[in-house]
């Protein structure tokens, strides 16, 4: 992995695989998610960060060494999905409503919505046979997170917002 200084341009070039994951969603969370989130707060951030922090690197672990994917994907492109689809999910117009929710009420109702997008973000270019060794993997990786309901796959789940 070659690192090149262009001094006419002043750039410096590194491989994505040199920087990781980390950089783009700390970015991602301090200006794209916090203008698509009205209300979100440092906090809400930290919680979220301290998620993508504990659990995606124990994912993109298990995709790279027993997954099978239907078309090669690499780290980076696993973790935006996975940040666009929490950033959909948080949407106001879609019925997330974040106001009152701090502390714990924020991190049980997210942590619904991040297991929701952990397992298609990680898990949705997954071929069928590694589906249901990720779904053993995501329900006990992501125990202390969100507990999905009743029997099937991880897959076979859906979010539902209620008012009130």
Not at 105 to 119: P, T
Not at 123 to 136: K, M, T, W, Y
Request: net charge negative; hydrophobic share 40%.
């Amino acid at each position: 992995i070659n690192n090149l200084f262009d001094s006419r341009c002043g750039m410096v070039y590194i491989a994505h695989e040199q920087l990781g994951w980390r950089p783009a969603i700390q970015t991602w969370l301090a200006t794209t998610l916090s203008k698509a989130v009205p209300g979100l707060t440092k906090a809400h951030q930290d919680s979220i960060n301290n998620l993508f922090d504990k659990y995606v690197d124990g994912g993109l672990a298990w995709v790279r060494k027993q997954g099978s994917e239907y078309i090669p994907s690499v780290d980076n492109n696993l973790t935006t999905s996975l940040a666009l689809l929490l950033q959909s999910l948080m949407d106001p117009n879609k019925g997330f409503k974040l106001s009152g929710l701090e502390g714990e009420a924020f991190n049980n109702a997210f942590g619904k919505l991040f297991g929701f997008a952990y397992v298609w973000a990680l898990g949705g270019n997954l071929a069928p046979q590694s589906r249901e060794a990720f779904d053993e993997f995501v329900k006990e990786h992501l125990a202390g997170v969100v507990t999905f309901p009743g029997g099937g796959l991880a897959f076979d789940h859906q979010i539902v917002t209620k008012s009130g």
